[in-house]
């Protein structure tokens, strides 16, 4: 069983960055990603990353601010996160799975869950 282990969560100001990290305990999937739960809303799409291509895609509430990148040495998938805003604040999750996609029910693997929450 794959196991996935987040750290990196925190409370900051608007405007602040943050960097999650994400360690699969093994490479048995060839796509990672970032997704993020709202009180009382449903778990959304942040980023992803595609392993054999390093192709990234990400949401548009995120893009410009947010890059997601694995780093192969180190086994780490990082989400580093700039300019946070106040609704960026959620519970974060890594997750991986074998299909290029944004739906949360497409992954397999899932990481315990950080905590992001952003002052005003």
């Known amino acids: 069983q794959v196991q996935l282990a987040e750290s990196g969560g925190g409370l900051v100001q608007a405007g602040s960055s943050l960097r999650l990290s994400c360690v699969p305990s093994?490479?048995?999937?060839?796509?990672m990603g970032w997704f993020r739960q709202k009180p009382g809303k449903e778990r959304e799409f942040v980023a992803r990353?595609?392993?054999?291509?390093?192709?990234?895609y990400y949401a548009d509430s995120v893009k410009g601010r947010f890059t997601i990148s694995m780093d192969n040495a180190k086994n780490t998938l990082t989400l580093q996160m700039n300019n946070l805003k106040p609704e960026d604040t959620a519970e974060y999750s890594c997750?991986?799975?074998?299909?290029?996609?944004?739906?949360?029910?497409?992954?397999?693997?899932w990481g315990q869950g950080t905590q992001v929450t952003v002052s005003s």
């Open positions: 997750a991986a799975g074998f299909y290029n996609d944004v739906t949360a029910a497409k992954y397999a693997f």
């Open positions: 093994e490479r048995a999937f060839s796509v």
């Open positions: 990353i595609v392993f054999n291509t390093d192709d990234t």
